[in-house]
């Protein structure tokens, strides 16, 4: 089975600040971790995948990710804030090899402040 | 690219009718659809993986007789939920996986409709 625990329902942050979401997986196989985020009353978008290629992961909107094996973490930053950043952000996990159920953590809920 | 149209946006229908919303990958071919249930400030929780022409695999405790789904083709899915009652009132969001290109690996990201919301009164 596979789990991803985000660690903080809600992180708030300045505006130009940096911007860390925490993710934590659990896999018995080689996974494939994603980073999405949902604006209210949307769907979701993908902002960036890591498959097992390049740990260090860029996506869009400058945000990035590291896969760490040994830490079993994918954590999510941007080194500046925006205000448009707000939104819920959820860390993903699936087996490696497409076309994988996909199992999602609990999101994240990025405040920025003026 | 990889859009995924959502219709309705939202719904309103009484309790014991029911109530058919679709999902159509608009620009590419979608291998799979999904579904999803979204509650108030919770994550999204699988409902069922739909393959074009076959039948639909439904997640542990969800009533595959209540959630009707029905994948005609490769870029539509339809979820009908029958005989609704206020308890199926949510957020529905699909999600489509797009065939490799040619003889290329799967791509596994999904890529989200907008949701469509239901109430049930």
């Known amino acids: 089975a596979q789990s991803v625990t985000q660690l903080g329902s809600h992180v708030s942050v300045s505006e130009g600040a940096l911007v860390l979401l925490r993710c934590n997986y659990s896999s018995s196989v080689p996974p494939y971790l994603f980073w999405y985020v949902q604006y209210p009353n949307q769907g979701l978008q993908l902002l960036l995948k890591?498959?097992?290629?390049?740990?260090l992961v860029k996506g869009i909107n400058g945000f990035e990710a590291e896969f760490k094996k040994s830490e079993t973490s994918f954590h999510l930053t941007k080194p500046s804030a925006h205000m448009s950043d707000a939104a819920e952000y959820f860390c993903a996990v699936s087996k490696a090899g497409g076309y994988q159920k996909v199992t999602f953590g609990t999101g994240t809920k990025l405040q920025v402040i003026p | 690219g990889a859009v995924v149209s959502q219709h309705p946006s939202w719904v309103i229908c009484k309790s014991g009718t029911s109530v058919k919303i679709e999902c159509r990958s608009l620009d590419f071919q979608a291998t799979t659809m999904f579904w999803y249930r979204q509650f108030p400030k919770q994550s999204l929780m699988l409902m069922a993986t739909?393959?074009?022409?076959?039948?639909?695999?439904?997640e542990q405790g969800v009533e595959k007789d209540k959630f009707l789904i029905n994948h005609a083709s490769l870029t539509l899915s339809t979820l009908t939920v029958t005989s609704a009652h206020p308890e199926d009132s949510s957020f529905y969001i699909c999600?489509?996986?797009?065939?490799?290109?040619?003889?290329?690996?799967?791509?596994?990201?999904?890529?989200f409709g907008p949701g469509t919301r239901l109430t049930v009164t």
């Open positions: 890591y498959t097992s290629a390049a740990t």
């Open positions: 739909s393959n074009e022409g076959s039948k639909a695999t439904y």
């Open positions: 999600s489509a996986t797009p065939l490799p290109s040619g003889r290329g690996p799967p791509r596994p990201e999904q890529y």
